[in-house]
């Protein structure tokens, strides 16, 4: 029996997009020469520098795929992938836009109000409006379904209730897309009764309470809302579509090129320490280099089946266990090989200490391994 294809066949065109690339390669080397920043691991997710993200949209690379009327700048998908992975690959501080631009941004465009898109897109492609995201719960995480937070019809809105957990960045963003309960559970249909919210960072009725990470870094917060008041026109999507809004975001958000390079810089580094004999050689790291080969060319094709509107949740799904596995062997070959100077044992260090999470957040692998069963038609 053939099996069904996972993943579209690779498709950057590099005469296509070499040019931008290349653009994309001088600005970062200008930025590097000029201090702007220090290359660093899982830089997507901890190096939030509102300054760096002005610096692209000035360039045109946020919201590249908006449309011109919304403010953007009417480019593929192809293209933002070329501009997110040279980012990626250089370590670029680009936490502050990056879920907003990557997941909020096709999401407004496909369940936004006009009023909505008028108000939030251009913001975005500007580089002044920040996003989080409101799913997980302190008893919820692979099983969104199983949210408690509520939201009430009242006067003019919704009022929301509950406990958000490992909001990244709620501390720092304008706003977050919240998913709660607006119906009571259905245990024929569990996925029914669930709606999406745009909730104001920080606003009345939402506390912000920090997570510290055992590194001592902040990114996570808990954000508890109290009869947090959403106006209805803050109301993301349809009432009780909250299920296939969340999941056709979920493609956007497992499928990126943040999925297999935030330790590309440690990768980088602990290739020319080798070459530079600073630490033993072994084909291990061979096989490294190739798997994050073959991944820019899997991302490249979900980015392509996104351009054509294709289903992307099994594909997304694959390009994730993949990728993040990848992320973490590099984070342990090198910390079995360290070596090298200071700045090479923080790259370690932070890479180590930041592991845990890549196959964790955006879903875990043993639930995305679910997903891929389905999509092979073995479940
Ligand atoms: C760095 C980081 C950033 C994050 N940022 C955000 C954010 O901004 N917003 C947000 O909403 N959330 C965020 N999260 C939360 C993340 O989405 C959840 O941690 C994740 O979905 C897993 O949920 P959980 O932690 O509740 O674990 P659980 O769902 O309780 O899972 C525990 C274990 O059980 C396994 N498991 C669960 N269900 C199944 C199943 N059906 N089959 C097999 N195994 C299963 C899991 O794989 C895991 O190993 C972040 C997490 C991390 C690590």
């Known amino acids: 029996m053939a099996l069904p294809r996972l993943v579209p066949p690779a498709v950057v065109d590099p005469a296509q997009t070499g040019a931008l690339r290349a653009e994309v390669r001088a600005y970062l080397a200008e930025q590097l020469a000029a201090g702007t920043f220090t290359p660093c691991v899982d830089a997507w997710l901890t190096q939030w520098d509102e300054d760096f993200t002005a610096g692209l949209a000035a360039r045109g690379w946020l919201g590249m795929t908006v449309p011109i009327e919304y403010g953007g700048h009417g480019r593929s998908f192809v293209e933002r992938f070329v501009v997110t992975e040279e980012l990626l690959a250089a370590g670029a501080p680009v936490a502050a836009h990056w879920i907003a631009d990557r997941q909020i941004v096709p999401a407004l465009l496909k369940y936004g109000t006009e009023a909505q898109k008028l108000h939030f897109l251009p913001r975005i492609a500007r580089g002044e409006c920040f996003f989080g995201i409101g799913m997980s719960e302190p008893d919820s995480g692979s099983d969104l379904a199983s949210v408690r937070t509520r939201a009430h019809r009242v006067e003019g809105g919704w009022s929301l209730s509950g406990t958000k957990v490992w909001t990244s960045g709620a501390h720092l963003a304008h706003a977050f897309i919240v998913l709660a309960r607006t119906a009571p559970v259905d245990p024929a249909h569990r996925h029914a009764g669930l709606s999406q919210f745009i909730v104001d960072l920080p606003g ?13 870094a902040h990114h996570f917060n808990e954000v508890i809302l109290d009869q947090a008041f959403v106006p209805d026109d803050m109301v993301f999507g349809e009432i009780g579509d909250g299920w296939q809004q969340v999941t056709s975001e979920l493609s956007f958000e497992r499928s990126g090129p943040e999925r297999f390079l935030s330790t ?21 790291l061979g096989r490294l280099v190739a798997r994050i080969a073959g991944l820019h060319q899997m991302s490249a094709a979900v980015a392509a089946g996104l351009q054509r509107h294709d289903p992307a949740d099994i594909p997304a799904a694959v390009v994730k266990v993949l990728g993040t596995t990848t992320e973490g062997d590099i984070a342990d070959f090198a910390d079995l090989h360290a070596g090298g100077d200071s700045q090479y044992a923080d790259l370690v260090r932070a890479a180590v200490d930041q592991r845990p999470g890549f196959t964790l957040r955006g879903g875990t692998n043993e639930v995305l391994r679910g997903v891929i069963a389905r999509g092979l038609g073995l479940r």
């Open 204 to 216: 009345p009725g939402v506390e912000i309470r920090p997570i510290i990470s055992m590194n001592g």
């Open 264 to 284: 590309f810089v440690l990768l980088a580094a602990t290739t020319e320490n080798m070459a530079a004999q600073r630490i033993s050689r072994d084909a291990s």
